[in-house]
């Protein structure tokens, strides 16, 4: 059975129902649920976050892993009704980065291309790029790669000997230059 109809046009009670009878439907999606939850206009806040409550209580480890997949979703749903200081979305923004990385390693990922961190997005409507399938760690990623803090570069593995050498040989002409003084 096919729901054929945008998840934004549901009221309160399809919603509902579409949760508890999700498997009847071959066209449900949880990543479209969750997004719908941010974008409808046909619910007022209470039942937006009603909503939300009975949705992540449904999909669970989906919407824990929907922190990888796509983070700004997860952000919105998570802070659904709440007015945030800067520090507070600072500090939010730091849990899902150590939860992506906590689910990396519990999952055995080693690439870091997923969801919206593998299409390109800049935001433009004009834009001639946008959904295109990038390769991981290319420059056009408009987010940019999933990075963390514990990451080792690979371009440095090569620039830090040879700067080190050239230091070295610096050194030694400055020695060379003191004891010539001398």
């Not at 649920?33 to 007022?44: G, P, Y």
């Not at 593995?157 to 010539?180: D, S």
Request: contains cysteine; positive net charge.
């Amino acid at each position: 059975m096919k729901l054929g109809r945008k998840f934004s046009t549901l009221t309160y009670g399809e919603y509902l129902h579409l949760i508890e009878n999700h498997q009847k439907f071959t066209d449900f999606n949880t990543l479209g649920l969750f997004r719908s939850i941010i974008e409808t206009t046909k619910l007022n806040l209470e039942e937006k976050q009603e909503l939300r409550r009975v949705a992540i209580a449904a999909f669970a480890k989906t919407f824990e892993f929907l922190q990888l997949k796509d983070p700004r979703t997860y952000f919105e749903v998570s802070t659904l009704g709440e007015t945030l200081t800067k520090a507070d979305e600072q500090q939010a923004w730091e849990d899902i980065k150590q939860n992506q990385q906590k689910i990396l390693e519990s999952k055995r990922i080693s690439h870091r291309n997923f969801g919206t961190y593998s299409k390109h997005n800049c935001g433009l409507a004009t834009c001639h790029l946008n959904g295109v399938m990038l390769r991981q760690g290319c420059d056009l990623a408009w987010n940019g790669p999933m990075h963390f803090q514990s990451d080792t570069y690979r371009w440095n593995k090569h620039i830090r000997p040879e700067r080190r050498k050239t230091e070295r040989k610096g050194m030694q002409h400055v020695i060379a230059q003191r004891l010539g003084e001398e």
